[in-house]
């Protein structure tokens, strides 16, 4: 048996030598993704809600997509002419709020198919996992370690909101899924000097500000670093990192920047044009909130903290993380702390500027999670750097396993509370048997041009939306005000019809109530008598 020579010094044991986990490629830590992301998937019951009408937490947000999508398939608009099945106060339809990408292109699809939500929910989906996906590739291109690229990205789709969203309708999850894309062709881009990746960073971010205002974010970010580069003390902030291709950024940067401007200037043009009162485009800034209303704001914002954004406990999983990040700054190169640092203002003054929305809109917040895995991404670059190898190890390893089967949990039990409890109520009481009343309805007379009043529906389009009748909801207290009712009769409204009998005791609605035609389950259908202007 062989000795080894005294002199010969014994190697060195390592915590990685002592328990070694588990070591995968690029394309290995893709594969483990997939199957992890499959899972949760199964675990929100992806499969039962892809074939969903839209309801649960915003429905009002869902239908006012599915509405414009129903009309670019009905009427085969171009993409600048948005409609609704609400009618607002003139009585046109016509609406726009953000670039109506996926409500035009999957109403054009429906022409060719017929009306299948599914197929809607499907591409939000597929552009929200390919999202995540480019967030691997991403962490992988800065950690080169496939099992840590992995967890990043499912840590993020723990987020109740994130699995909430991302096979759902509204345009806030792609615009999530086109920054993630962005993120992995702006690092791969400057990793490679490859100026079409950098084009395609800012062609991806462009579409994410078009989609959802707030997330041009990283657009602004990228921009403000090429610029920062420029400057005489760079080296402070960027340390000795230079972007390559600077002006072509700066170029397309700008570009894509006017476009945003355009787009929601025309929206804001449009709109006014049409006096619809339906999307407000602008901010609810934190100073435009009476002080009385404040503590309710902060309330709801606590709550979105506890229930919608991550289980309670990953707070600090990130705090540890950043903990790591600051205590061993020094391994992380200085212009990733200068896009965080730029990230956490970003975030920072969209909170401010859109504060009075942040009570009962979590989706305006959506686009801003990627700040999750920004802080993951630090923390986890200062330990792979320490060169210790704990983070191949199999208790580190299982510790990541943990974070992630509680994670989905959470995430899981909240999903059920968005399709199950109150926060469905609405829906499954009332709602529901309007997506099956379009025969009945033509039964008694009430055809698709038939213009209708839905109450007691607060919502722009939820009820008309079901029933594929254009109209008026009980938005602006409708049935609280016999004036407005009447104009609405003026308007071309020529039948009522109520989800919820308490409404018909409403003095106000009892002299619109007198000529009954029809009852599906618990909906009432009256006929509006149009007065004798000669008596």
């Not at 894509?256 to 449009?270: H, K, M, N, Q, T």
């Not at 049409?274 to 009476?290: C, D, E, H, K, R």
């Not at 606590?302 to 919608?308: E, F, K, M, Q, V």
């Not at 005000?481 to 109520?498: E, M, S, W, Y």
Request: hydrophobic content about 50%; charged content about 15%.
């Amino acid at each position: 048996m062989m000795q080894r020579p005294a002199d010969q010094p014994r190697p060195v044991e390592t915590r990685s030598s002592r328990w070694p986990g588990l070591r995968l490629s690029r394309s290995g830590g893709l594969a483990l993704l997939i199957v992890i992301l499959s899972l949760q998937a199964w675990t929100y019951r992806y499969q039962e809600i892809l074939f969903a009408r839209p309801q649960g937490y915003h429905a009002w947000r869902q239908s006012d997509c599915l509405s414009m999508a129903w009309h670019y398939m009905q009427l085969d608009l171009p993409w600048w002419d948005g409609r609704m099945h609400y009618l607002g106060t003139e009585g046109t339809g016509r609406a726009l709020s953000e670039l109506p990408l996926l409500p035009y292109l999957i109403g054009k699809v429906w022409r060719s198919t017929g009306q299948q939500e599914w197929l809607y929910r499907a591409t939000v989906l597929l552009l929200s996992i390919s999202g995540l996906i480019s967030l691997y590739f991403t962490v992988n291109t800065l950690l080169k370690d496939g099992v840590l690229a992995a967890w990043v990205s499912a840590f993020l789709f723990t987020s109740p909101m994130v699995a909430y969203y991302a096979n759902n309708f509204l345009s806030n999850a792609a615009a999530l899924a086109f920054v993630l894309n962005g993120w992995y062709a702006a690092a791969s881009g400057m990793e490679r000097s490859s100026r079409p990746r950098l084009v395609g960073a800012v062609v991806l971010f462009t579409l994410a500000g078009l989609l959802k205002a707030t997330a041009a974010l990283s657009l602004l970010i990228l921009i403000a670093i090429v610029l920062i580069s420029f400057l005489p003390f760079r080296h402070v902030l960027l340390g000795t990192w230079r972007p390559r291709h600077r002006a072509v950024i700066l170029v397309a940067g700008l570009a894509g920047l006017f476009a945003i401007a355009a787009w929601y200037s025309y929206a804001r043009w449009y709109n006014a044009g049409q006096a619809q009162g339906v999307f407000l485009i602008g901010t609810l800034p934190y100073w435009s909130i009476p002080k009385e209303e404040l503590a309710s704001v902060w309330q709801g914002i606590s709550d979105h903290l506890r229930r919608d954004y991550l289980r309670p406990d990953l707070y600090f999983v990130l705090m540890a993380m950043f903990a790591l990040a600051v205590f061993a700054s020094h391994r992380i190169p200085r212009a990733l702390w200068m896009a965080f640092t730029l990230l956490c203002l970003g975030v920072l003054c969209i909170d401010i500027l859109f504060f009075g929305a942040l009570r009962d809109h979590d989706y305006y917040s959506l686009d801003q999670v990627v700040i999750f895995p920004a802080v993951l991404l630090l923390g986890l670059l200062a330990l792979v750097r320490g060169s210790s190898g704990m983070t191949r190890t199999w208790p580190f390893q299982l510790a990541l396993l943990v974070v992630l089967v509680h994670g989905t949990d959470f995430a899981r039990r909240r999903m059920t509370d968005r399709y199950s409890t109150w926060m469905n109520k609405e829906y499954l009481t009332q709602h529901e048997p309007l997506g099956r009343i379009q025969e009945a309805l033509l039964a008694i007379g009430v055809d698709r041009s038939a213009r209708v009043v839905s109450v007691p529906d607060i919502s722009f389009n939820r009820s008309l939306y079901l029933m594929e009748r254009s109209g008026w909801t009980d938005f602006d207290g409708l049935s609280d005000d016999p004036n407005k009712l009447q104009a609405k009769l003026d308007q071309g409204a020529r039948f009522l019809l109520t989800t919820n009998d308490s409404v018909l005791l409403k003095p106000s609605l009892r002299p619109f109530l007198a000529h009954p035609i029809g009852r599906f389950e618990n909906v009432r259908i009256f006929a509006l008598e149009v007065p004798d202007r000669n008596h």
